[in-house]
Structures are given as C-alpha cells and as structure tokens.
C-alpha cells in the first residue's frame, strides 16, 4: 500500500473511531434521558458494563447503517421522494431495534416509536462528528469542492475550458528568500521543495524599494506603480491627512492614483480575480479587497468572500475547529515565551490571539477556498495575498518555530492548489512570489527604554511623556478582520487629521521606517529651516546609536543624508562616498533617491541602525520581526515560477522594484494567453519616477 493511499486509510479508520465513539456517548445519554430506552438488564449492571452495552449498540447500529442503509435506498428509489422522506425514519428506528437485538443478553432495549427518535438523533449526531473530521482533512475537502464545481458546471455550460493556461498568483506575505531557501532545505516545505528539486519552478529574489512593506509593494506588482508611497503610513501636508495602507479609504486612493500614473487599469483586467488583496489589481472578480471595503451599499463586494464561504455549513465548521485550535496555539505558545524569558519578545495578549487565528485560519481558508472556485471556474488569472506567516512573524519572530509551523501550513494550501490545478477545465500555472522579507531583532524602545516620537519630542525641547502610546503593527489582518466585521478601520491613535497642535511635528512609524513631519509648514521643511526652529533635533538624531540614517532636503546641497559625527553627504555623492549607507547594500543608495523625489516624502525620513553581521534592525513599532525600510532580510523577497516561463531578468542583473516585478508577470500573461493580455501601458510613466527604474529593465522586459 503506498504512503498516500495508507495515510488516506489511517485518517479514515481515525475518523470511524470516532464517530463511534460520539455515537457511544450519544446513546448513554439518551438512555439516561428516555424512559422507554435502556442498556442495562432488569435487576441493573454496573457503569462499566453499561458503557460496554452502549459501545456494542452504536457498533452495531454503526455498521447496519453503512452496510444495509444503501441498499435499503437503492430497493426504495421507485418510492415518491414525499413517501420515502417519512419512510426514512421508521427503517431508521428498524435498524437501532435490529441492533439492540444483537447486544448480548437482552441488555439493550426500546419501544418502537422511541427507536426512531434515538435513531434519528444518533445518525444527526454521527454526522455533524464525521462531517466536522472530514472537512478539516484536505483530501476530503478537495474531493467536496470537485463535486461542488461539477454541480456548477452542469447548471452552466457544458462546453469544454479555454485551451491556454491560466495563471494563478499567490503571495506568501512577508516570506524572505532565505526563509523560504531555509524552510526547503529543512524539509518544512516539502510540497516547494518537490518543485525546485523537479526542477519545474525557478526560484528567483528580488529586492524591494526602499519602503519595504506590502502597500508599496503590492501596489507596484498589481497596478505598475507605487510611485509617491513613501511608507505604510505618511503624513500629507497638502490634504492635512495621514495615509495609511491598509485602511480602505487610503487604498482606495493609492489605486486611484497608481491608476492615473500610468493609465492602466491593472495586471487583472482581463479576466482576472483579486482575493485578500490590499488592491484590485483591475479585477472584476474581487473578495477581501481592502480598496473596494471603503464603499457602501450592495455594489461592495470586498466582503462576499467571508459570507459566500461561511453560508456552507461544512466549511463553517472546519474552520471554527481550526479557529479554536490557533487560539490555543498562540495562547499556549506566548505562555512558553513569557516562562523561559524569551528574547526579544514582545506583548501578545488581550485580542492577539483572536487576531492572529484570524489571518492564520480564517484569511487562509477563505482565500484558498475563493482561489479554488476561481480554478475551477477556469479564469485567466488570479492574485491572492495569505498573510498569515506575515502576522505571526511580527510576534513571534521570523525564524521562529512559530512562524515556521505557519510555513508548513501554507505548504499545505500550496499543495492543496496544485492538485485543484489538475481537475480544473484549463491548465494552470502557479507563481508563488512574496512582496517583502522580514528583519528580526528586539525593538527601539525595548533597547533604549523610549520611542521614536519620545526622541523627537526631546530633541525639539519638547515635554516627553513618562509611558509614550505604543504603535499599532499595521499588520494586514488587523485591517482585514475588522472590515469582515463591518467595523471602522481607523488604527487607534491615528486620525485622518491629527489633533496635535500645528507646531508640534507628527511621528509615524513604518517598522524600521520613521516619518517626521511638521504640519504648520506647507512645503517639506529645509535642513535649515528645521536647524533654526529646533538647533538639537537632527544631530540628536543622527548620532544616536539606534538611528542608522537621516534623509533631509538641504538648500545649499539638495537632498542629503545624515549619519553619525557630523556625515552629511549629498545623494548625489552617494555612489562613490556611500557613509552612512555603506551597511545597508549597493542599491540603497538608489533607493534613497527614488524616494526623495516622491512629493510626499516626510521632512526627516529615519532609518534605524542595521548590523550586517546578524540582520537585525531596531523595529520603531512594537515587532520583533519587522519591515518597512532598509536593512536586512526585509528587502529581500522571492519570485517562484515555473520554468515554461521566460526567466525574470537577464542573466546576471537583478530584479530591483516592485514595478519590474509587475512588468515580469504581466509579460508572463502574454506568454501563457496570447495577445488578447492588454499592453503594459505602466512602462509609460513620469519622467520624475522613471529615471529611478530605467536601469533595471532588461531585454526580456520589452516583451511585455
């Protein structure tokens, strides 16, 4: 017997097990409460001998039931389907009464009419227990979505499925290269290590810009453009509104502009789909998109996905089971941190728990799910975001045993998608692609005891106050659950419009990323301007030990960066006198500049201090494993592919940007769909933005 059809076996014998045990249980109870039904002789037995008697009826009621039951429907087939539906229940209660007969000496023993109400509560009973062990085993969950997919296909057309492959997506947020490379090598993915080692997939990084976090990179991979997205969160001083990703109303924008920029709808236009996104991608098909969640009434569809998925009871139940058993997951697993004194750590209670099986269950299932029907409704092509190692990352830490558990179960929904791929009415190719790393390393204010905005207060003369607000993680899920519940998506402190007095400069932070702005200026502020106002807050800043380096705008030098013991060295100057950026990387400074020319960047642009050595940052948000900026494995995505597909770049150049990743996969589209896949109209962009990505544009790119 091979291992596949032996663990199949093994899960359908566990299963068996115990429904018959429920049934056991089931029919004690009901004993106790029925007066006509007993499992004991006259003169009375003992508990042990009563549970044994229960055990033999359920047995027995258990195998009349799969053994007799369908051939007991195929004699009644002819029977009018009203008639039959009152016949069930009497030869139900015949076969409890056949059963009991069976019990050895006469123990087991009911009247007619209260065998068909134990009968017809057993077998309820029996099959919400067999149902619920069914769904949560993947095979069966599969072989139930083709049956389902069949039945839509013969309510539709019958014609047969487009010849030409389609091309599913699926971004693992916030899975590093190396985390990925690791995991393989580990045995932790086995279902990519199969790819990589046939020899089907081509495992290729990439690096991201220099605000490494998902609403700048998923913006540049669905729409072409993350143009003027300086960070997850900013501040914007011509609307006096902060902007952050992943509320609906901010992403809603962010796609609007990103569509203005380069007047192309998106790489989903054509019959695409979009699931669990922070954008639309120009899909018609969306579900669990942030950017559509800002709009009212019927025409929002961002949050069909959680009501179509939930409306079948079966798929209820099996993610409620694994809800419940992520929840103690995390409680146990925080618990075991907090007693062996792990380090870096960070808080995990009050709604964490809650939160994290969340994105690590419920996204997950729903996601998976809304993919399947999308395969085998045989769309052209699909994108969908799981975030859930991203989320348990930040908590836990990126290499943690945690997160790598995470790993293995999104291996699993990777598996799950490939076999899908195989009854679909078209072929598929599966991209697997991730839109950051993550950076480990404990965090600012565990290291030095303040904040960020607490040492901008006190370089500014500022009063700081004893126990600063702490910083909300951004993380996707957080905004994803509360738009599922219909809930405001505003992250606690942060308004639309500060309340702070105009004077005082407004910190965000963007993991390892902070933003310091100044409201009552119009203008982004000059070195200058900001020495005359506060003479303490850059070199307070730029020489303390967790602060890597500063972007300001200087009048006399133009942008510049600032570093340690008076480095003040123009962008201009970078390539040959790197200072302050020299730890982080040949493309910084390229990075750094593409930046300074978005209209949004913020007066004083902080990076936090980076070891090469060990990969760590100091995260300004309560993380330990973090992203957001430069420095470390955050920078560092994947892109997984196929080998029937062109290779990503030419040999020796690397793949630098978000946008260059969206042109990749749009010329990949061509390739596996012909020419009907519109022209990548976001190579055609302002002149300001494309000076920055002009250099990493290779001959395979023009194909697009």
């Known amino acids: 017997m091979g291992e596949g059809r032996w663990r199949r076996f093994a899960g359908t014998w566990w299963r068996s097990i115990a429904v018959w045990a429920v049934s056991t249980v089931t029919m004690l109870v009901l004993a106790g409460i029925l007066p006509d039904f007993q499992l004991?002789?006259?003169?009375?037995?003992?508990?042990t001998r009563i549970a044994v008697t229960a055990a033999l009826g359920a047995g027995a009621f258990g195998i009349l039931s799969a053994l007799v039951w369908p051939l007991l429907v195929r004699a009644l087939l002819l029977v009018p389907a009203l008639v039959l539906g009152l016949v069930v229940f009497f030869l139900n209660g015949g076969l409890l009464l056949f059963a009991l007969a069976l019990v050895p000496d006469g123990r087991g023993e009911a009247n007619p009419e209260t065998a068909v109400v134990v009968a017809a509560v057993m077998s309820a009973v029996a099959s919400a227990t067999g149902g619920a062990l069914a769904v949560r085993d993947d095979d069966a969950y599969r072989r139930r979505l083709y049956r389902l997919a069949d039945r839509r296909r013969r309510r539709g057309s019958a014609g047969a499925g487009p010849s030409t492959p389609g091309t599913v997506f699926l971004q693992l947020d916030g899975v590093g290269h190396d985390v990925l490379r690791d995991a393989v090598d580990q045995g932790v993915m086995p279902t990519v290590g199969a790819w990589l080692g046939a020899g089907t997939h081509r495992l290729t990084p990439w690096r991201t810009d220099w605000s490494s976090q998902t609403g700048a990179s998923q913006l540049g991979i669905l729409h072409g453009s993350n143009y003027d997205v300086p960070a997850f969160?900013?501040?914007?001083?011509?609307?006096?509104?902060?902007?952050?990703s992943n509320r609906p109303t901010s992403a809603a924008e962010l796609q609007r502009r990103a569509i203005e920029h380069t007047g192309d709808g998106g790489l989903l236009t054509l019959d695409g789909a979009s699931r669990g996104n922070l954008f639309s991608g120009g899909a018609e098909q969306v579900a669990l998109v942030l950017s559509v969640a800002a709009r009212r009434g019927k025409e929002n569809r961002s949050r069909a996905g959680y009501f179509a998925y939930f409306s079948d009871p079966a798929n209820a139940v099996r993610t409620a089971l694994s809800f419940v058993a992520e929840v103690g997951r995390e409680i146990g697993q925080s618990t075991r941190a907090r007693l062996t004194r792990q380090r870096p750590r960070v808080g995990r209670g009050g709604l964490y728990p809650f939160i994290r099986a969340f994105a690590t269950v419920v996204e997950r299932d729903v996601v998976v799910a809304a993919v399947i029907g999308d395969m085998l409704a045989g769309r052209s092509a699909v994108y969908a975001d799981l975030v859930a190692y991203d989320e348990v990352a930040h908590h836990s830490g990126p290499v943690s045993r945690d997160a790598e558990k995470v790993l293995t179960r999104l291996d699993r929904s990777l598996a799950l998608i490939a076999k899908v791929a195989e009854h679909a009415p078209r072929p598929y190719r599966i991209v697997v692609l991730s839109d950051h790393g993550q950076s480990p390393g404990e965090t600012f204010r565990a290291r030095y005891g303040l904040g960020l905005q607490d040492l901008v207060r006190a370089g500014c003369g500022l009063p700081v106050p004893r126990r600063a607000r702490r910083t909300h993680s951004g993380a996707e899920a957080r905004a994803a659950v509360r738009a599922a519940l219909r809930r405001p998506v505003e992250e606690g402190d942060e308004k639309h419009r500060p309340a702070s007095r105009r004077s005082e400069p407004i910190v965000l932070a963007s993991g390892n990323l902070g933003l310091v702005s100044f409201p009552d200026v119009p203008h982004r502020m000059s070195k200058e301007e900001i020495d005359a106002r506060h003479p303490a807050l850059l070199t307070t800043l730029a020489n303390h030990p967790g602060i890597g380096?500063?972007?300001?705008?200087?009048?006399?030098h133009g942008a510049v960066v600032l570093g340690a013991r008076g480095a003040e060295i123009p962008l201009a100057d970078l390539d040959e006198r790197p200072g302050p950026l020299a730890d982080f990387g040949a493309h910084a400074a390229d990075a750094v500049r593409r930046t300074d020319s978005f209209p949004h960047t913020a007066d004083i642009m902080v990076n936090s201090w980076y070891d090469p050595a060990e990969g760590e940052v100091l995260a300004f948000e309560e993380q330990i494993g973090s992203h957001g900026g430069l420095g470390g494995a955050q920078g560092h995505p994947f892109l997984l592919?196929?080998?029937?597909?062109?290779?990503?770049?030419?040999k020796g150049t690397e793949l630098v940007g978000a946008q260059q990743v969206h042109h990749v996969l749009r010329r990949w589209?061509?390739?596996?769909?012909?020419?009907?896949?519109?022209l990548d109209k976001s190579r055609h962009e302002p002149a300001p933005d494309a000076s920055f990505t002009a250099a990493t544009v290779t001959p395979q790119d023009n194909s697009a």
């Open 641 to 650: 592919a196929p080998e029937v597909f062109s290779p990503p770049v030419a």
């Open 40 to 47: 004991q002789s006259d003169n009375g037995d003992s508990a």
């Open 669 to 678: 589209l061509r390739e596996g769909s012909g020419p009907q896949v519109p």
């Open 233 to 244: 969160r900013w501040y914007e001083k011509d609307t006096r509104e902060i902007q952050v």
């Open 549 to 556: 380096f500063l972007l300001v705008r200087s009048e006399e």
